[in-house]
């Protein structure tokens, strides 16, 4: 009897323990003047069909983490975010998280200067929508775990930097900052220490233009100054104290 030849094809690699699938999921904050908002998209597919939670999916075996996290959330809501201007918030690997099977999501956060701009839901997502990050629907998963963490990661980065300021549209009122900080630190601030503190940075520019929409007095309109910006991250200036 001859002896058998051996195969040159390679078999897989088989892992001897089974391992979880990942996704990414990303909150991205957005701030309207007056309310502190996040992006939600409406499930069109099962689980939790018809039920809001925050965009993302699974990873693609080729892609980065932040890359399909940018993926993801361009397709459920056609805002595009560049993979490094994502902030990674961490993972989420609660057995019982996700009916389907063994699930880990990667969560990241995104400060959005434009939360008044037209979303485009698409990929499995039924709907996409802002809502009021302090008292958001019911969130599918455990993304209100998530959305927990968001907020915390939020107020951490108001006392010991300038990230949230990101959340202001290219020109602005100061009260417009001051209700920002008042949110996210989730208590009234002195009115008057904020101002007299904040401007002294020389981070805030007059822009020499005034809001006439309001029918009290014109509030003059300020823009952020880039050059400060750097300086006072480097000193690690933070808005709330």
């Given at each position: 009897?001859?002896?058998?030849?051996?195969?040159?094809i390679?078999?897989?690699?088989?892992?001897?323990?089974?391992?979880?699938?990942?996704t990414?999921?990303?909150?991205?904050?957005?701030f309207?003047?007056?309310d502190?908002?996040v992006l939600?998209?409406?499930r069109?597919?099962?689980?939790?069909?018809?039920?809001?939670?925050?965009p993302?999916g699974?990873?693609?075996?080729?892609?980065?983490?932040?890359?399909?996290?940018?993926?993801e959330?361009?397709?459920?809501t056609g805002?595009s975010?560049a993979?490094?201007?994502?902030?990674?918030l961490?993972?989420?690997g609660r057995p019982?998280?996700?009916?389907?099977?063994?699930?880990v999501?990667v969560?990241?956060?995104?400060?959005?200067?434009q939360?008044?701009q037209?979303?485009k839901?698409?990929?499995?997502?039924?709907?996409?929508?802002?809502?009021?990050a302090?008292?958001p629907?019911?969130?599918?998963?455990?993304h209100?775990?998530?959305?927990?963490a968001?907020?915390?990661?939020?107020h951490?980065?108001?006392?010991?930097?300038?990230?949230?300021?990101?959340?202001?549209p290219?020109?602005f009122k100061?009260?417009?900052?001051?209700?920002?900080?008042e949110?996210?630190?989730?208590?009234?601030?002195d009115?008057?220490?904020?101002?007299?503190?904040?401007l002294?940075?020389?981070?805030?520019v007059p822009?020499?233009k005034l809001?006439?929409?309001?029918h009290r007095r014109?509030?003059?309109?300020?823009?952020?100054s880039?050059?400060?910006?750097k300086?006072?991250?480097q000193?690690g200036?933070?808005?709330?104290?």
């Amino acid at each position: 009897m001859s002896t058998p030849r051996k195969s040159n094809i390679r078999k897989p690699y088989q892992y001897a323990y089974p391992h979880p699938a990942v996704t990414v999921d990303t909150v991205v904050f957005g701030f309207t003047g007056w309310d502190l908002q996040v992006l939600l998209v409406r499930r069109a597919q099962p689980p939790f069909a018809g039920q809001w939670a925050f965009p993302g999916g699974f990873l693609d075996m080729q892609e980065s983490l932040e890359t399909s996290a940018s993926r993801e959330l361009e397709e459920e809501t056609g805002l595009s975010v560049a993979p490094e201007n994502l902030h990674q918030l961490g993972a989420f690997g609660r057995p019982d998280r996700d009916p389907r099977e063994r699930v880990v999501s990667v969560a990241f956060i995104f400060l959005s200067s434009q939360a008044n701009q037209p979303l485009k839901p698409g990929s499995d997502a039924a709907e996409a929508q802002w809502f009021d990050a302090l008292n958001p629907p019911a969130l599918a998963f455990d993304h209100a775990h998530i959305l927990q963490a968001a907020l915390v990661w939020l107020h951490a980065q108001a006392r010991t930097g300038l990230n949230p300021l990101a959340l202001l549209p290219p020109t602005f009122k100061f009260p417009q900052v001051q209700r920002l900080c008042e949110l996210i630190a989730g208590r009234p601030l002195d009115k008057r220490n904020l101002r007299h503190r904040l401007l002294a940075t020389g981070l805030f520019v007059p822009t020499g233009k005034l809001d006439r929409s309001e029918h009290r007095r014109p509030a003059l309109m300020y823009r952020l100054s880039p050059s400060r910006w750097k300086t006072l991250h480097q000193k690690g200036l933070g808005l709330i104290g």
